[in-house]
């Protein structure tokens, strides 16, 4: 990778805050390329020693307080997430559980009040996470599904765990305003790695869209290739073809 990247741009696209992407940009020495967080919802730049944004889309506030009045009576984690910002009601069996993941620990806060706060600042969340169990959580699949579809991207990343964005947003999407913004590269010319459901739009929509093999099926069926798996470094061996080829 650290070869690569000082001959072609190399971009982090996750559905991850930024805080959470940094330590792999600084492992691999390429803390000044660009990153895309939140599945397309932010996309960051550097400009001198600052990341500035160049596109940022939120979930409009009032959407994000009929979610929080939805769950109120239920038992879901509710998370907000903006830029940098992660605010949780309190640190439960949720909370604890993301942090561990992402190495990043939230703020606790009343929700409310902070939707309160955005609404002043005419801003809102970049994501959405709900995390409960299944039961729950397939209510409020439902439930946006039938009276959200139309505004939010909803995303079922784990049997637990549902990922709201807005409906503008796409990390395929991103990537293009990114390349007509920053670099002379056509999509076409572009390639992505991904294993699950929120990388198909991405990989089917490049050159070259490669799949771990631990990848969703689905997400292999719209690939153009198949590497070895993540904890093969799968990822790597395609780069080090790339690079040589």
């Known amino acids: 990778m650290k070869n690569i990247k000082d001959r072609i741009p190399v971009v982090l696209i996750s559905s991850r805050m930024p805080k959470a992407m940094r330590h792999l940009q600084v492992e691999m020495d390429m803390e000044r390329h660009p990153l895309i967080a939140y599945n397309g919802g932010l996309v960051l730049s550097y400009d001198e020693d600052e990341a500035k ?14 979610i929080l009045k939805f769950i109120d009576k239920s038992t879901i984690h509710m998370s907000l997430y903006h830029a940098d910002e992660w605010f949780v009601p309190e640190m439960d069996y949720w909370a604890k559980r993301e942090m561990n993941n992402t190495k990043i620990t939230p703020a606790v806060a009343k929700l409310e009040s902070i939707c309160e706060q955005w609404q002043v600042e005419n801003k809102g ?56 913004q920053k670099y002379a590269i056509n999509l076409s010319e572009v390639a992505a790695f991904g294993d699950n459901y929120n990388d198909m739009e991405l990989l089917g929509g490049v050159g070259l869209g490669v799949a771990v093999a631990n990848a969703k099926e689905e997400v292999k069926a719209v690939s153009d290739r198949i590497t070895l798996s993540n904890l093969e470094d799968g990822v790597a061996v395609v780069l080090e073809e790339l690079a040589l080829s």
């Open 125 to 180: 969340p970049h994501k959405i996470m709900c995390m409960g169990n299944e039961h729950e959580i397939q209510l409020l699949e439902n439930w946006l599904k039938m009276y959200c579809a139309d505004q939010l991207h909803v995303y079922r990343s784990k049997s637990t765990y549902i990922e709201i964005a807005s409906k503008e947003i796409s990390k395929l999407s991103a990537l293009s305003f990114l390349l007509d």
């Open 53 to 66: 944004a160049l596109l940022s889309i939120e979930i409009p506030i009032n959407l994000t307080q009929l």
